[in-house]
């Protein structure tokens, strides 16, 4: 059995200014790790906010965004991850589109990487944005942990695809406020149907017109949920076990009956 404190850290962002967003999160890791949490997670575009298509938007894998994250990581001894804009190492002269990519940093240097696979064309980031082609699943201190981004939430069959080698899915969001009843019962749902935990990490505040009203929540594999937070800036914590994992799976044996 492993057990992990997980911190899903509600914030708002300073639009297009990383070092802002970089002032302003730092202590809020140091927060979260000083209450006990093993794995921190910031939201979609954390450093950036969701402004897909400005000039010189995108970074390089090495970029400040990551660069923040390993340094978190390495100073806390904990996990951090969050979305950020960053040009594949080796991707096409012709083609130099960031990824909305999940960077996920651990305390002795390693990095994992998900391109969200899953554009949102409603705001036309397809056109700014090189879709993912991957799913990604990492260890994290015993729990195996998969990767996906906001709008990713609404396609369940790639959740269904990774459930039996699944404990966790984490999900940063920048989820508009008229859409957050969707966003909240796609959370819960997601978790219910795969049997393992689910957290997402929502923006607060505004940004390009947009309003955002967090709704962050850590939900476990039978749907409750074990911290939630509304309209402010909040770190939720919630302690996960892969047992209960295990034992809900055991219990109800549903996933054995997909066809």
Avoid at 35 to 63: C, I, K, N, R
Avoid at 125 to 145: I, K, M, N, S, Y
Avoid at 171 to 189: D, F, G, I, S, Y
Wanted: one cysteine or more; a negative charge.
């Amino acid at each position: 059995m492993s057990t992990l404190r997980v911190a899903a850290v509600q914030h708002d962002i300073v639009w297009n200014d990383r070092d802002a967003n970089f002032e302003r999160l730092a202590p809020k890791v140091a927060a979260a790790a000083g209450a006990g949490a093993g794995l921190v997670v910031l939201t979609e575009t954390f450093s950036t906010g969701f402004g897909f298509g400005q000039p010189d938007f995108g970074e390089t894998e090495d970029g400040p965004s990551a660069q923040f994250l390993a340094e978190m990581a390495k100073e806390h001894g904990v996990w951090v991850g969050g979305s950020c804009p960053e040009v594949a190492d080796g991707a096409p002269d012709d083609d130099q589109r960031p990824s909305n990519t999940f960077v996920l940093t651990g305390p002795g240097g390693v990095t994992h990487r998900y391109r969200k696979i899953h554009p949102f064309s409603h705001a036309g980031e397809e056109r700014h944005v090189r879709a993912g082609t991957d799913l990604v699943t990492v260890d994290v201190e015993g729990f195996r942990v998969s990767l996906f981004v906001c709008y990713d939430l609404r396609f369940a069959d790639e959740f269904w695809q990774l459930a039996a080698g699944t404990d966790l899915y984490l999900v940063p969001a920048n989820w508009p406020e008229k859409r957050r009843a969707h966003w909240m019962a796609l959370l819960q749902a997601r978790a219910i149907e795969n049997q393992a935990y689910v957290v997402g990490v929502n923006r607060v505040g505004e940004g390009d017109n947009l309003s955002y009203s967090g709704d962050s929540r850590i939900v476990d594999p039978l749907g409750e949920l074990l911290a939630t937070a509304s309209q402010t800036e909040s770190i939720l914590l919630a302690d996960l076990s892969t047992d209960h994992v295990e034992q809900t799976r055991s219990h109800f044996r549903f996933l054995q009956d997909r066809r």
